[in-house]
């Protein structure tokens, strides 16, 4: 399995290059890399463009969930009043 972070270096370019040309937030690309923060839909559209593959390729092989909840495994859960 490929990750995110392994895709970059295969390529050599640093998260600061990649921010640069694709118009994304270094700390993003960074906590996206890290598996700490699930990218939006526009973050994960706009890098799977970049690295010219499918969002599903580069997110769900890196073991990055599709979801918009912030932290991996937080805020997942629906909450019950009663």
């Not at 970059?8 to 040309?21: H, T, V």
């Not at 960074?30 to 839909?41: D, F, I, N, R, Y």
């Not at 010219?52 to 918009?68: C, H, Q, R, T, W």
Request: proline share 1%; charged share 20%; glycine share 10%.
């Amino acid at each position: 399995m490929t990750t995110i972070r392994e895709l970059r270096k295969e390529l050599k370019l640093s998260i600061s290059k990649i921010s640069q040309q694709a118009g994304v937030n270094a700390s993003t690309l960074c906590q996206a890399e890290l598996g700490k923060l699930a990218p939006s839909t526009a973050v994960r559209a706009t890098l799977a463009n970049f690295y010219g593959i499918s969002e599903d390729a580069l997110f769900y092989a890196s073991g990055i969930a599709k979801s918009n909840t912030g932290l991996l495994g937080e805020g997942t859960e629906k909450r019950s009043d009663g």
